[in-house]
């Protein structure tokens, strides 16, 4: 999705602009959950949840930012994330997130994280075609089982009356 600023991010995770840092992790555990991959099979589902993620992810570099402006937290030589402005802050241009190696990194993670849904797409597809191949191979072989049965059923009532006939034109003879 690429978020563009943090009140985008917290509208996405369905918060308002004023929302803190533990607002915005009880907000991301409670979705997190019901958009998991595993617990809804729903194949819309994973890109929420990475969505959900980036959100969450966008958000935690934006106040890691702010606490390194207030002097919270002590400020690496060479920050992976320029620290970000927004959320009703006086901005001097537009918000930039990190350098072009971190934009496309992201880039590079979302193309991946495309290529993995859509390669659990097409397995999920071919599982299901098989599962179906399964299933008609089972019913061709209970098809088979039944019409054998049939047969020798018939070829037993056959064996039957020529049996019969046997018997009764040797009774006949004697």
């Given at each position: 999705?690429?978020f563009?600023?943090?009140?985008?991010?917290?509208?996405?995770?369905?918060?308002?602009?004023?929302?803190?840092?533990?607002?915005?992790?009880?907000?991301?555990?409670e979705q997190?959950?019901?958009?998991h991959p595993?617990?809804n099979?729903?194949?819309?589902?994973?890109w929420?949840?990475y969505?959900?993620q980036?959100?969450?992810?966008?958000?935690?570099?934006y106040?890691?930012?702010l606490?390194r402006?207030?002097?919270k937290?002590?400020v690496?030589?060479?920050?992976?994330?320029?620290?970000?402005q927004g959320?009703?802050?006086?901005?001097s241009?537009?918000?930039?997130f990190?350098?072009?190696?971190?934009?496309s990194?992201l880039?590079f993670q979302?193309?991946v994280?495309?290529?993995?849904?859509?390669?659990e797409?097409r397995?999920?597809e071919?599982?299901?075609?098989?599962?179906?191949?399964?299933?008609?191979?089972?019913?061709?072989?209970?098809?088979?089982?039944?019409y054998?049965?049939?047969?020798?059923?018939?070829?037993?009532a056959r064996?039957?009356?020529?049996?019969?006939?046997?018997?009764?034109?040797?009774?006949?003879?004697?």
């Amino acid at each position: 999705m690429g978020f563009s600023s943090a009140k985008e991010a917290l509208f996405f995770l369905g918060l308002t602009e004023k929302a803190g840092r533990e607002q915005v992790k009880t907000a991301y555990k409670e979705q997190i959950k019901a958009y998991h991959p595993d617990a809804n099979p729903n194949h819309e589902t994973p890109w929420q949840y990475y969505d959900l993620q980036e959100a969450y992810e966008y958000l935690m570099n934006y106040y890691d930012g702010l606490d390194r402006l207030a002097g919270k937290v002590s400020v690496n030589p060479q920050p992976s994330v320029a620290p970000m402005q927004g959320m009703g802050r006086a901005s001097s241009g537009p918000v930039v997130f990190g350098s072009k190696k971190d934009i496309s990194n992201l880039t590079f993670q979302r193309k991946v994280r495309a290529d993995h849904v859509q390669q659990e797409k097409r397995s999920k597809e071919r599982a299901k075609k098989e599962k179906e191949n399964f299933n008609k191979q089972v019913e061709q072989c209970k098809a088979d089982k039944a019409y054998e049965e049939a047969m020798t059923k018939i070829h037993a009532a056959r064996a039957a009356e020529v049996t019969a006939q046997i018997i009764e034109a040797y009774l006949k003879g004697k």
